[in-house]
């Protein structure tokens, strides 16, 4: 329940965070809480997940794609995830998410959500990969598309890094996997 708590602070502070542009960064800043946490006393797996959803949120609410979303039958969907845990987060410690849309190709976006300690250590990183689905033609619309309707008049996206190439191969496999029912 708390979670929804979260998404409506993010929300409703979303103006006092300004239009999100493209090749940004959403910030959002976070305590660890009891119902956060596992039986290690540190921020549970499952609930990085959750809060970088927070951040994705964020990013659709300022840049206009939750209000165009509603109005057009759109949803953006995430496809897959990866994430590398490398320092905990403790019961009570401040963090920052900072999730960023890294490029796209095609109907696939990648996004970066990074975990920051007070001190600026990165505690863990989430690639993922989305897209935009359209209910009423029943297909993932092509993310330059999304970006005109948005307003993105910034250069094209880069290329995949190494990394990205590597999580989005892996990411396709598995859905190669589970589509066959394997």
């Known amino acids: 329940m708390y979670v929804w708590f979260r998404l409506l602070r ?6 006092r965070r300004g239009p999100f542009q493209i090749g940004g960064e959403s910030r959002l800043s976070f305590r660890c809480l009891p119902t956060d946490v596992d039986m290690n006393l540190h921020l549970n797996n499952a609930r990085y997940m959750m809060l970088a959803d927070l951040g994705r949120m964020d990013i659709f609410f300022r840049c206009g794609l939750m209000r165009l979303a509603r109005k057009r039958g759109w949803a953006p969907l995430l496809g897959g995830l990866q994430t590398a845990f490398v320092r905990e987060i403790r019961l009570w410690q401040r963090f920052e998410i900072v999730s960023t849309i890294e490029t796209w190709a095609g ?4 996004g970066r ?3 920051l300690l007070d001190d600026g250590t990165t505690a863990a990183i989430i690639l993922t990969t989305a897209g935009v689905y359209d209910f009423r033609n029943r297909g993932f619309l092509k993310m330059e598309e999304v970006m005109a309707e948005i307003g993105h008049t910034a250069p094209p996206p880069r290329e995949p890094s190494e990394e990205e190439r590597a999580f989005t191969a892996v990411h396709r496999d598995l859905r190669r996997i589970a589509k066959n029912g394997r």
């Open 107 to 110: 109907t696939n976006v990648i």
């Open 113 to 115: 959500h990074r975990f």
């Open 10 to 15: 993010v929300a409703a502070t979303r103006n």
